[in-house]
């Protein structure tokens, strides 16, 4: 519960940013460069342009945010929908389709979305489709494997034998069956998304410079780390604590969602 409200919290900073931030997160005052926390008027301080570090913090959840989500769920609604397919039908398709994803999972997660970013150009739009591009595979291989424990079942056969079409099997009969898994790996993915975004903004291939992102805080920091520690400590603890905050929320949305582990629980408890 208190990381999901650490969650929401950040989610709530991100929608409200352009009311609760108290500067603009671009406005450049060289007279106040490199003022430390706690300073007049700026409670985090400010970087080398001047600009306030808090206000750039703010704003800069929003794009961790919006990447973060979007990515995952387009990601989960691709490989989905191929895993589905391929652990259904099986037979050539299923061949097909799992090396498609053996050979896509043979290049480094990392390298490919630089690749794929540096082609595309700097954008959240592009970190998107780059990180679709990179993440569906997991859900694929994940819905396959519960998709071919499933397509067995008795209450499989048994709609299979009504006449249901397969399509109505995969979405009415196979996929909520499989929902619980997918949950929780994409609840742990938006961890491994927001770090791959500030990752890719470090090296200056993420937003454009007009949109401040932690990674970029981080990127421009590394000049002043004697001088000005506060301006990669920040945005770095922002990334740690959600990231940490999403993990262990996926944690617990195993354990809430796993029967087995209820039943474990269950036996350990005395009579």
């Given at each position: 519960m208190v990381a999901l409200a650490v969650l929401v919290t950040f989610v709530i900073?991100?929608?409200?940013?352009?009311?609760?931030?108290?500067?603009?997160?671009?406005?450049?005052?060289?007279?106040?460069?490199?003022?430390?926390p706690l300073s007049e008027g700026h409670l985090l301080g400010t970087d080398g342009l001047g600009r306030d570090v808090l206000s750039r913090l703010i704003h800069g959840s929003r794009i961790s945010l919006i990447v973060g989500f979007s990515a995952v769920l387009l990601s989960a609604v691709?490989?989905?929908?191929?895993g589905l397919v391929s652990g259904y039908v099986g037979g050539w398709v299923d061949s097909l389709l799992m090396r498609i994803v053996d050979a896509w999972l043979a290049f480094p997660f990392l390298l490919l979305a630089i690749a794929i970013v540096a082609v595309l150009g700097r954008g959240i739009d592009n970190i998107v489709?780059?990180?679709v591009i990179t993440g569906w595979v997991l859900y694929a291989r994940l819905v396959r494997g519960e998709t071919?424990?499933?397509?067995?079942?008795?209450?499989?056969?048994?709609?299979?034998?009504?006449?249901?079409?397969?399509?109505?099997?995969?979405?009415?009969?196979?996929?909520?069956?499989?929902?619980?898994?997918i949950?929780?790996?994409?609840?742990?993915?938006v961890g491994v998304v927001i770090v791959t975004?500030?990752?890719?903004?470090?090296?200056?291939?993420?937003?454009?410079a007009s949109e401040p992102s932690w990674g970029g805080m981080l990127a421009d920091g590394r000049a002043?780390?004697?001088?000005?520690?506060?301006?990669?400590?920040?945005?770095?603890?922002?990334?740690?604590?959600?990231?940490?905050?999403?993990n262990v929320l996926g944690d617990a949305l195993r354990d809430a969602l796993d029967p087995r582990h209820e039943k474990i629980r269950s036996e350990e408890i005395p009579a």
């Open positions: 900073v991100g929608v409200l940013a352009p009311w609760i931030s108290p500067y603009d997160p671009n406005a450049q005052n060289l007279a106040n460069r490199l003022q430390p691709f490989g989905v929908i191929v489709i780059a990180l071919l424990s499933l397509r067995e079942r008795e209450f499989v056969l048994s709609a299979r034998g009504l006449g249901a079409s397969p399509m109505a099997i995969m979405m009415k009969h196979i996929l909520p069956n499989c929902l619980a898994p949950m929780v790996v994409a609840t742990l993915e975004e500030a990752s890719l903004s470090f090296l200056g291939l993420g937003a454009s002043y780390l004697t001088r000005a520690w506060w301006l990669a400590t920040l945005p770095g603890l922002a990334i740690f604590v959600i990231v940490l905050a999403v």
